[in-house]
């Protein structure tokens, strides 16, 4: 994995309500942000993602952020890039150490 790869910005985020009803407004969190190398799913995430019934995704690898920020599957993820621009995706799958140490692979599906 060479550095140069990792030219897309992301940011992990989460949504705060701005009230106490439910009719409130949901404010953007960035919790953590990162470059990342993004690329399609392969045939072993299509698989997972075929499971739990998604039909957009993707799939990127990030530098393990250790006690900087720990990833959980209720947050989302923002993808700064003219493909992805206005979209969130869930993650949904987290591989430590793929494909060097040090380094984490997400498989992510569009939320709905």
Do not use: C, W
Not at 22 to 33: A, G, N, R, W
């Amino acid at each position: 994995m060479f550095y140069n790869e990792m030219k897309d910005r992301v940011s992990f985020v989460s949504f705060k309500k701005t009230g106490p009803y439910p009719e409130d407004e949901k404010q953007e969190v960035e919790l953590y942000s990162s470059f990342a190398k993004i690329y399609n799913p392969s045939i072993k995430d299509l698989e997972i993602m075929k499971v739990t019934e998604s039909v957009k995704g993707l799939t990127l690898i990030i530098r393990d952020p250790f006690r900087a920020y720990e990833i959980a599957n209720n947050h989302f993820i923002k993808v700064s890039n003219k493909y992805y621009s206005n979209k969130y995706f869930n993650i949904i799958e987290i591989r430590p150490n793929t494909p060097i140490d040090n380094y984490l692979t997400l498989l992510l599906v569009e939320k709905p």
